[in-house]
């Protein structure tokens, strides 16, 4: 008879990134199995386009990794990559906001209106339509939250913005949501 | 005033919202654009001991042509350089070709490998 199979250990962030900064390349792939999800998930959001969204986590990851011996021990990983990503968001929004002059970032998106809404019958499509549609301040702030177990302390660090200022926008943001979904 | 309680249905909704799943190529492109980036040929500080280097060189040979009566100068030692050293007799530059003649022939000698006996298991 064959013993049971034993699950490997999960190891903790801490010490993936003591290992990969320390030249594990699998330690850092793991960092980045754990984590691409969440940081996709952030830029296309914030950035409301899928290969440039992709472009932006590689970025993320690329400069997470150049700057893997500053990472201050303690801190959490998923602060630290999701401010990377949003920088690079907020980079890449001010670059196409300099070329075009299509995105002012405190605007909504006036193609996703309550019209294009309610043709949307499908409810997770209707709710990412409606977080698309928000000012890009509060859809960081709803994308951030959204990511699961993100407190509101990650999303001021995350976000560089104070703590009641988060309070604030995701309140006004839910507000904004709820009037889309209901519309 | 804020009432968490008002948005209990918007918040389900938002935590059963699954994240979208990034391409199944955004994996490899990281991996590529950071564990497996090749690395860079010359480092940094190599560079700019090259780059130094180079401007001193070249500082250097502007200010030696710009001497009065350089070129001659020059030409005068590098003269006395192959004097020196026997270059000027063709006994000598005979010798040395010979030897290159020899080490292009040696290096151009391909010497047969003995089969390598398998060891028994």
Not at chain 1, 9 to 26: E, K, T, W
Not at chain 1, 30 to 44: D, F, G, P, S
Not at chain 1, 103 to 123: F, I, K, Q, V
């Amino acid at each position: 008879m064959e013993p049971p199979p034993v699950a490997a250990p999960v190891v903790d962030d801490q010490a993936l990134i003591a290992a990969a900064a320390a030249g594990d390349g699998s330690a850092f792939g793991e960092l980045v199995t754990r984590y691409e999800r969440a940081v996709y998930h952030l830029a296309v959001r914030t950035l409301r386009d899928a290969t440039e969204a992709e472009d932006a986590a590689q970025e993320a990851f690329f400069k997470a990794y150049r700057a893997l011996g500053s990472f201050r021990p303690g801190a959490k990983f998923s602060t630290w990559i999701f401010t990377i990503c949003y920088r690079c968001c907020c980079d890449r929004l001010a670059k196409r906001k300099r070329l075009s002059g299509e995105e002012l970032p405190d605007r909504a998106d006036p193609s996703a209106g309550p019209e294009t809404l309610a043709e949307r019958n499908d409810e997770a499509l209707r709710l990412r339509a409606a977080i698309d549609a928000l000012p890009e301040k509060y859809r960081a702030v709803v994308t951030l939250y959204h990511l699961q177990g993100r407190q509101y302390e990650e999303i001021a660090t995350v976000l560089n913005l104070p703590l009641g200022t988060v309070k604030t926008h995701l309140f006004r943001a839910k507000e904004q949501l709820r009037k889309a979904l209901s519309a | 005033m804020m009432h968490d309680d008002d948005f209990d249905d918007l918040d389900r909704a938002l935590a059963a919202l699954p994240l979208e799943a990034p391409p199944p190529s955004l994996h490899a492109r990281i991996m590529t654009a950071t564990v497996y980036r090749p690395a860079p040929a010359f480092r940094t500080w190599e560079l700019w001991v090259a780059g130094t280097l180079i401007a001193l060189c070249g500082w250097l040979a502007w200010y030696v042509f710009s001497l009065p009566h350089a070129t001659e100068r020059i030409a005068g030692l590098a003269l006395d350089l192959v004097q020196q050293a026997g270059l000027t007799s063709g006994y000598t530059l005979l010798w040395l070709a010979v030897g290159a003649s020899a080490a292009w022939w040696i290096s151009q000698l391909t010497i047969p490998q003995p089969a390598r006996r398998t060891q028994p298991r």
